[in-house]
């Protein structure tokens, strides 16, 4: 099944988003037995695959494509890909890890369906050189303007790569990585003045359904498009992968997240905190450790039935969630201290431990709250209504992976790329935070 810009679903036209990691030449072994031997040494190599790639991104038509892993050091690869995108009708930006890492992103969006109204690049400058792009765009799409009269078409679509998780430690900067585009685009949206609209989120993720990234994102309202389009739930982990990693492990790590204006969303710091909590009791499960035990563990050596912060600190370091330049900082581990400490008392006690670490009971938030009347939104039978987006479908090709399967022949890439279509839809506007 191929999916495009022109998709028709019904009789409505659509809008598709694909997002790739198309595998850089200088990552991809050759050889299993000479690690050294890479596909960017052998042009032909790279060239013909690289080929067939951009032969099936034109063939998918999508509106919006985002694409990782792209050989940004190599000048004749990256100017393949903005002539034939260009020449389709795609506008394009690319954007390099930092420290000239040598591959990063590039995001095209083509010019019969949006306009680009801003672009952005967030630098990371952390310990894996990930950076991430944000479009804010606006559909020019006529059929859209007529069904959907005086509500604003806009969208905003992130694109990025997350760290791979060499080693758990690791985890906190995944986790970061995403606060971080979250936390841009709630600054962007509230230093612009933005009325309600939909957030699509593109890319690697180098996590599963089972990480606390995805946890953390569903805690902030987004859906994962694929999982909604074929009805699976959260713990759906074993349906699809998207990727075989150089260990030889399957997994499904690429998304297209949606986040409709009409969703009512956790303050952004209570879903960090709530997921750094997630990860912390993570580690102590991963060590062995019962609740009992995971309990002394953060003790440490306080003389009595509680934990006091000094401990709490130095059982963060021993975790590895704190203690180096890419972990926990002060105020993170303050603000879980507060947290946790739920009567104040300066010290925590076995009851708040189970509360905040070991069976929390995470509130959820609605699902939709209806908000005060915004420009840009429409009365329409009493409620305000606002832009948003139905998952109306979704492929990963090749079609074996949608069975948790990795085909041998498959060679395009060491992930499959995600196709899914939206339809633009009238919905309720939503209040932001709740």
């Known amino acids: 099944m191929r999916m495009g810009c022109g998709s028709m679903v019904g009789s409505e036209r659509c809008v598709s988003c694909t997002t790739f990691n198309i595998l850089a030449p200088i990552y991809k072994r050759l050889s299993e037995e000479d690690q050294s031997c890479r596909e960017s040494q052998h042009r032909a190599y790279w060239l013909s695959r690289n080929e067939r790639i951009i032969e099936r991104l034109l063939g998918d038509r999508s509106s919006i494509i985002c694409l990782q892993e792209v050989w940004l050091g190599n000048d004749e690869l990256v100017d393949m890909y903005e002539k034939r995108l260009g020449d389709a009708g795609y506008v394009s930006f690319k954007l390099a890890r930092t420290n000239n890492r040598g591959d990063g992103l590039l995001t095209a969006v083509h010019r019969d369906y949006f306009k680009i109204i801003n672009h952005r690049e967030l630098l990371f400058n952390d310990f894996g050189d990930r950076v ?29 790569h997350l760290l791979f998780p060499h080693d758990s430690s690791l985890s906190i900067v995944r986790l970061q990585q995403v606060y971080k585009i979250l936390q841009y685009i709630e600054t962007y949206q509230k230093e612009h003045n933005l009325d309600p609209m939909p957030i699509i989120l593109c890319g690697d993720w180098n996590g599963s359904k089972r990480g606390q990234v995805y946890k953390f ?39 297209i997240w949606l986040l409709n204006p009409n969703k009512c969303r956790k303050p952004l710091r209570t879903s960090w905190n709530e997921a750094v909590f997630g990860i912390i009791k993570y580690l102590l499960r991963t060590a062995s450790l019962t609740e009992k035990n995971a309990f002394a563990f953060l003790k440490v050596d306080s003389p009595g039935d509680y934990i006091t912060y000094s401990g709490f600190c130095q059982a963060l370091c021993q975790l590895g969630v704190a203690g180096h330049p890419h972990g926990l900082g002060p ?59 139905n998952v109306k479908d979704a492929v990963l090709f090749p079609p074996e992976v949608e069975r948790g399967m990795w085909p041998e022949n498959y060679s395009l890439s060491d992930h499959a790329p995600l196709t899914v279509v939206f339809s633009p839809v009238s919905i309720p506007c939503g209040q932001p935070i709740c």
């Open 331 to 389: 105020k993170d581990i303050n603000d879980l201290w507060v947290q946790v400490d739920i009567d104040g008392n300066g010290v925590v006690d076995y009851e708040e431990f189970q509360q905040r670490i070991w069976n929390p009971k995470c509130s959820e938030p609605p699902e939709e709250k209806i908000a005060p009347g915004v420009d840009g939104t429409q009365m329409i039978g009493g409620r305000q209504q606002t832009f948003g987006f």
């Open 132 to 160: 991430a792009q944000l479009l804010h765009v606006e559909s020019v799409d006529p059929s859209w303007q007529e069904q959907k009269s005086s509500i604003q078409q806009q969208v905003l679509i992130a694109n990025t």
């Open 217 to 255: 994102l569903r805690s902030q309202g987004f859906v994962s498009s694929y999982d909604t389009a074929h009805q699976y739930s959260d713990f759906d982990a074993h349906k699809w992968v998207s990727h075989r990693n150089h260990r030889g492990n399957i997994c499904g790590v690429d998304f």
